[in-house]
């Protein structure tokens, strides 16, 4: 079985700190996911990698930026936490390429709350 | 506008009942996959079941199968026999080819009554 592991379920944190949020695939995927979710807007991608260093931004890569130094790890970082970033954040793994049939496979995600 | 349509935002069903989760999709790709996902109210988003647009059979995994009429652009969820541990939301997604990104809908409370 597929596993994505995310390394905290329930975070809080003030305003201005630096967060980091780990995610860990344990299904040699090449291709790794960060998204959030927030009632009413649903699921949202912040920034996506194909490949080891490689990155991409997806629909909101505002406010946060990303580090795949190793294949099966990608991390989400908040350089400086702000309360709009109080939300749901969910980490996904699926196989390399670009084929429709490659599913994508979800950690447990973390719930970030920001004072 | 919107590419992944779910018309219904909450169901009740009776356990033990089957039921029908709605989905419609708009996409001008020949090739794309489409998905099913559960999200218990523990956050976590569970893969349901694939549906890839070349697949001539309805996709089946356990007690769910995808009811796909292309013509129509619709991929039902129908889960039979269902179970109180089913109450959940339920959303589809499409993954267009030659795109990482998943399309997703609004998703479906549903919620199984004893």
């Known amino acids: 079985d597929v596993k994505v592991t995310q390394s905290s379920r329930y975070l809080v944190k003030r305003t201005g700190e630096k967060v980091f949020l780990e995610c860990v695939q344990d299904?040699?995927?090449?291709?790794m996911f960060w998204y959030r979710q927030d009632p009413g807007l649903g699921l949202r991608l912040i920034y996506f990698?194909?490949?080891?260093?490689?990155?991409e931004k997806g629909d909101i890569p505002e406010g946060y930026s990303v580090s795949r130094e190793k294949k099966e790890r990608f991390s989400l970082i908040l350089e400086s936490a702000s309360t709009n970033q109080t939300s749901m954040y969910l980490c996904?793994?699926?196989?390399?390429?670009?084929?429709?049939?490659?599913?994508?496979?979800f950690g447990e995600g973390s719930w970030l709350t920001v004072v | 506008a919107q590419k992944i349509t779910q018309t219904q935002p909450g169901m009740f069903v009776q356990e033990k009942e089957a039921v029908t989760l709605d989905c419609t999709y708009d996409?001008?790709?020949?090739?794309?996959?489409l998905f099913w996902y559960k999200q218990p109210s523990s956050g976590e988003m569970i893969f349901l079941i694939y549906?890839?647009?070349?697949d001539e059979q309805n996709a089946t995994e356990g007690r769910y199968s995808l009811n796909f009429q292309k013509a129509r652009k619709s991929a039902n969820l129908v889960i039979s026999a269902s179970q109180l541990g089913d109450s959940a939301m339920y959303f589809c997604?499409?993954?267009?080819?030659?795109?990482?990104?998943?399309?997703w809908g609004a998703g479906t409370k549903l919620i199984i009554k004893p």
């Open positions: 299904m040699d995927h090449e291709n």
């Open positions: 549906q890839g647009s070349y």
């Open positions: 996904a793994s699926s196989w390399g390429g670009t084929s429709s049939g490659n599913t994508i496979y």
């Open positions: 996409t001008s790709d020949q090739s794309y996959g």
């Open positions: 990698s194909y490949d080891v260093k490689m990155k």
């Open positions: 997604a499409m993954r267009e080819n030659s795109n990482y990104q998943l399309i």
